[in-house]
C-alpha cells in the first residue's frame, strides 16, 4: 500500500474540518488498497463530542462493508488517536493504523499512553507512526490562530 498516498487523503479530510471550525483531523479506512471510508472531526459541526475523524470514518466503513467487524482494513489518520478512538479501533477490528503526527497531550498509541502494546488485548492493531509535518502544521496553525482571537 502506499502510505503517503492515503496520509495525504486523511489531510484532505482535515483541510475539510477547518470549513467548521473543527480541529482539523482527517482519517480514511482502505480495504483491499481501495478508499471505503473517509471522516474528518465533526464535533462543532454536529455538536456531538464522539465525532472524531476516526469514529466518523469507522461508521462509514462499517455501512461500506456491511459489518462491524473492519478485519483487513488498514486507517490512515492525521493525528495519533485518542483513547476514545483507539478503543474505537479495536472494537472495530481494524488490523493496522498509521498516523501522520504524534498527539503528546492525549495520543494513546506512542506519546502519553501505548495502549495498543498491551499483552492483554483480545484484538491486536498494528501501528506506524510516519511523520508528515503538514498533519503537525495544521494543527499547530489551528490552535495558535485560537489562541490569537482569545
Known sequence: MDD???LDKAYEQALLSLEHDDVPVG???VYEDQIIAVGRNKRVLENNALLHAEVDAIN???????????????????????VMCVGAIIQSRISNIVFGAQDSKAGCVISKYTLLDDDKLVHKVKYSFIEDDKCSQVLTDFFKKKRLAK
Open 60 to 82: 462509514q466503513a462499517c455501512a461500506a462493508l456491511g459489518n462491524w467487524r473492519l478485519d483487513d482494513c488498514t486507517m490512515y489518520v492525521t493525528l495519533e488517536p485518542c
Open 4 to 6: 503517503k498516498k492515503y
Open 27 to 29: 482519517a480514511v479506512i
